[in-house]
């Protein structure tokens, strides 16, 4: 079964430090895995996925075979970064029989 | 573009109550899906469909029923709603690229 883990509910730093939001997996598999952001109130909204291998609003996350990891890192956090973010990992490798997985969140707070 | 539709947006209920979330997207997607969201749970998923006439559980079925109507339309139902069932409900949907896109949920009360 798989299994994503964000280890951390809360994270708050201070405007132009670095973030770093945790994420691992469990997948028999080969993964596929994504950062969802969600900003107060809105829907959910991909932020990135590891096969883009994109940096997007200043994010990037690789994929760590070996620590089973993915986590989501900026190096100068902006307040409007402050949001609930999610890991999410896809159960199948293509076609459209598949489903998503998501840990339990992490809610950043950026302070000025 | 409208992508990913639901309603209603807010809906109170009694326990014993039924009710039906409505969901459409216009993306032509294979795939679509409901979502609960609790606080410290993250999302859990209910019920999804790969296909036009196919439906699935996911993590949390119980006490919910889908109906994928047509290729445009995937509805959740609650026969008889719950306390427990107090949360908010998002539907999704996504292509074979993987992908996934949210509608902007459902905000359920139930007393």
């Known amino acids: 079964a798989q299994r994503v883990t964000q280890p951390e509910k809360l994270l708050s730093v201070f405007k132009g430090a670095p973030v770093e939001l945790k994420c691992n997996y469990s997948y028999s598999g080969s993964p596929e895995l994504f950062w969802y952001v969600q900003y107060s109130r809105q829907r959910l909204q991909l932020l990135l996925r590891h096969i883009s291998r994109e940096s997007i609003k200043g994010f990037t996350a690789d994929l760590n075979k070996g620590e089973t990891s993915f986590h989501l890192k900026k190096p100068f956090a902006q307040e409007e970064d402050s949001a609930m973010y999610y890991c999410?990992?896809?159960?199948?490798?293509?076609?459209?029989?598949?489903?998503?997985?998501f840990g339990k969140g992490t809610l950043l707070t950026v302070n000025p | 573009n409208a992508g990913v539709t639901q309603t209603p947006k807010f809906q109170v209920l009694k326990t014993g109550q039924s009710m039906t979330l409505q969901c459409a997207q216009d993306?032509?997607?294979?795939?679509m899906y409901w979502y609960r969201q609790d606080p410290g749970m993250g999302l859990r998923l209910i019920y999804y469909s790969a296909s036009e006439g196919t439906t699935d559980k996911g993590e949390v079925p119980n006490g919910y029923n889908v109906s994928r109507l047509n290729k445009r339309e995937f509805s959740l139902r609650l026969e008889s709603a719950a306390p427990s069932q107090t949360s908010v409900y998002f539907c999704a949907s996504a292509s074979s690229g993987n992908t996934i896109y949210f509608g902007e949920g459902s905000w359920l009360t139930v007393v």
């Open positions: 999410a990992l896809s159960s199948a490798g293509g076609g459209s029989n598949y489903k998503l997985t």
């Open positions: 993306m032509n997607h294979n795939s």
